[in-house]
C-alpha cells in the first residue's frame, strides 16, 4: 500500500546536513564510554551501580538530542521547523494507531526472534540488567518515565529529526528517507543480536514520519511502542515481576 502523501508546506532551507548526525551520534558514544569509565570498576559493581545504570542509559541520549536541537538553533530555522515538531491531533492519532499496530507487529516479531535466538529476552540490553539487578523504586520510576516518554522523543529527534532532515537536504526521497533512518536507528544501538527486531520495530515508527511529515506521529508511536518494556522495568522495581 503507497502511503498518502503528507500535506505539509517545505520548510525553510537550513545548513545542518550529515555532519550534525554524524556529531549527535559520537556525542553519544563517547559520553556513554566516558560516564562508564568515570564510574569505575567499583562503582558498577558495588552499591552505586543501578544509578551508574540510570545515568549512562540516560544522559547520552539526552546529551545527543541536545546536539539536535544545537543545530537547528546555530544553523538553520529552530528544533520546530527543522524537526518538524508542529503538534496536531490528527498527528498524535496516527502515532497512536500505527504504536498500536507496531506493539503486535513487535509482539509476533519478538516470538520468532525468541524462538530464533533460543530465549525470550528480546526488549533490551537494559532490561537484561535490570532483571539480574532490579532498580530501588525511585530509579525505577526516572527509568519507566525516560524509557516510556522522553528517550523515544529524544531518539526521534535524533533519527526521524536529524537524520532524516540531513537526506531531505540532499533531495533524496521520502522514501530514501524512511528507509535509511530506518536500517540506521536499527544499527546505532549497537545490539547485534536485537538488530532484525528492531528493524522491525522501527518500521511502524518510521512510517508514522513518513504518512504525516511531521515528527510528533512518529513520537507517539515510538512511545506506545515503548511502554510494555518501561512497565517491565518499573513491576520490577516494585517487585511485582521478576
Known amino acids: 500500500m503507497t502511503p498518502p502523501t503528507a500535506q505539509v508546506d517545505s520548510p525553510p532551507a537550513h545548513r545542518w546536513g550529515f555532519g550534525a548526525f554524524v556529531l549527535a551520534e559520537v556525542v553519544l558514544v563517547l559520553s556513554a564510554v566516558f560516564l562508564s569509565a568515570a564510574a569505575g570498576p567499583d562503582d558498577l559493581a558495588g552499591p552505586a551501580r543501578p544509578i ?3 545515568v549512562v542509559t540516560v544522559l547520552p541520549t539526552m546529551l545527543a538530542a541536545g546536539v539536535a536541537v544545537l543545530a537547528t538553533l546555530l544553523r538553520g530555522n ?3 521547523i527543522d524537526l ?3 503538534w496536531s491531533w490528527p498527528d498524535v492519532r496516527a502515532g497512536l494507531k500505527l504504536g498500536a499496530a507496531g506493539l503486535v507487529l513487535t509482539a509476533i516479531a519478538a516470538v520468532i526472534w525468541a524462538r530464533t535466538i533460543g530465549k525470550l529476552d528480546p526488549s533490551s540490553a537494559l532490561a537484561s540488567v535490570t532483571d539480574t539487578q532490579p532498580l530501588p523504586l525511585v530509579l525505577g520510576v526516572v527509568m519507566f518515565v525516560y524509557t516510556w516518554l522522553i528517550g523515544p522523543a529524544c531518539e526521534e529527534m535524533i533519527f526521524r529529526g536529524l537524520l532524516w532532515g540531513a537526506i531531505e537536504r540532499l533531495q533524496w526521497s521520502r522514501w530514501a528517507a524512511f528507509v535509511l533512518s530506518t536500517a540506521i536507528f536499527a544499527v546505532s544501538h549497537l545490539e547485534p543480536l536485537r538488530t532484525s527486531l528492531l528493524l522491525v ?4 515508527i518510521g512510517w ?9 506521529a512518529s513520537i507517539v508511536a ?10 517491565g522495568i518499573l513491576l520490577m522495581s516494585l517487585g511485582i515481576w521478576r
Open 52 to 54: 551508574v545504570i540510570v
Open 78 to 80: 529552530g528544533p520546530v
Open 84 to 86: 518538524r515538531l508542529q
Open 201 to 204: 520495530i522501527a518500521i511502524p
Open 208 to 216: 508514522a514520519r513518513l504518512v504525516t511529515g511531521r515528527l510528533p
Open 222 to 231: 515510538h512511545q506506545i511502542n515503548n511502554f510494555v518494556p518501561a512497565l
